[in-house]
Nanobody, 125 residues
Framework: QVQLAESGGGLVQAGGSLRLSCAAS????????LAWFRQVPGKEREFVAA????????SSADSVKGRFTISRDNAKNTVYLQMNSLTPEDTGVYYC??????????????????WGQGTQVTVSS
């Protein structure tokens, strides 16, 4: 089973940027579709962005389109989330997730079977 570890969260002012990283160990990430989700207390985990095994296809939630970009470097066994033009509504714990699949990159949490521990992102107004 692959193990995932996020980093790069923190406190940023509205309009700022952060880059999250998620490093994998135990297995090569090239066999996995990857995604980022976020969660705030009292709410369900929310899809943010996903990327296919080869990195050729990405998808993102409407709320982050044009601001967030998911990418991966299979040689480094790492997936990234570049977040620009952050707003207070982007505050939450961000999780990376992985699922071994040949095709596609699901947008719902139940499809993923490996999760990181999460990294807190706080955007101040």
């Amino acid at each position: 089973q692959v193990q995932l570890a996020e980093s790069g969260g923190g406190l940023v002012q509205a309009g700022g940027s952060l880059r999250l990283s998620c490093a994998a160990s135990g297995r090569t990430l090239s066999d996995y579709a990857l995604a980022w989700f976020r969660q705030v207390p009292g709410k369900e985990r929310e899809f943010v962005a996903a990327i296919t095994r080869g990195g050729y296809t990405t998808s993102s939630a409407d709320s982050v389109k044009g601001r967030f970009t998911i990418s991966r470097d299979n040689a480094k066994n790492t997936v990234y989330l570049q977040m620009n033009s952050l707003t207070p509504e982007d505050t939450g714990v961000y999780y990376c997730a992985a699922v071994m699949t040949r095709f596609g990159s699901p947008q719902y949490p139940a499809a993923y079977d490996a999760w990181g521990q999460g990294t807190q992102v706080t955007v101040s107004s």
